[in-house]
């Protein structure tokens, strides 16, 4: 009986293995590797940030009429307005009327309670996303989950060194896959589980949490 039992956790086991490696092998064929040509237009733009080209293309789609207003969220406390602005210095009039700033949100779950929050003071219900290729399941997963009345719309931003074509070949890329990979996967089960967002939403930062030019 108790052999019967350890052949069972083993098989158990060996089971969610291939499960987790089929997922993650399915979740990397699932990104995106361009970007999409400019969306129709929509309410609200909102950009997680996480590095300069996320903000920069956000800021030319607000550009392009595709948003009325735009939300960067997930600001780092030290960074200051001026310094945002930077990214794109010649759409500063864009900039100056239409970009609202988030400094309260220190992971992908508060950016989407900002999200939230902002889309609703302004009457938003169909927004535009920028944030990385890699981390958008998990931030639509997120913000579908903060804001069911919403619809959201991917603007994927795929960095040039990112090749996911060949992401086996480079452990860097590896690494950040796997690694964005669990935490997809933790935050599915801990929507579909019901587990409270409010210690997450306060976690200590992540990386992306930081806005600077890092690719």
Sequence with gaps: MLRLARNLTVTACLLAAVGLAAGFFLFVQSLARTEPPPTAKVEGIVALTGGAERI?????????????RLLITGVNARTTR??????????????????????QALNTIGNAEQTRNWARQHGFRRLLVVTSTYHMPRTLAELSHAMPEGEFLPHPVVADKLDLDGWWR???????????YVKFVA????????????????SPPRREATLAARR
């Design 56 to 68: 920069a293309d956000a800021m030319e789609l607000l550009s392009r009429g595709k948003g009325e």
């Design 82 to 103: 001026d310094s945002v602005g930077k990214q794109r210095p010649d759409l500063k009039s864009f900039f100056d009327c239409c970009v609202d700033l988030d400094y």
């Design 170 to 180: 480079e452990p860097g890329i590896v690494r950040l896959l796997a690694v964005e």
């Design 187 to 202: 935050a599915m089960a801990r929507i579909g589980l019901g587990v409270p967002d409010s210690a997450m939403a306060s």
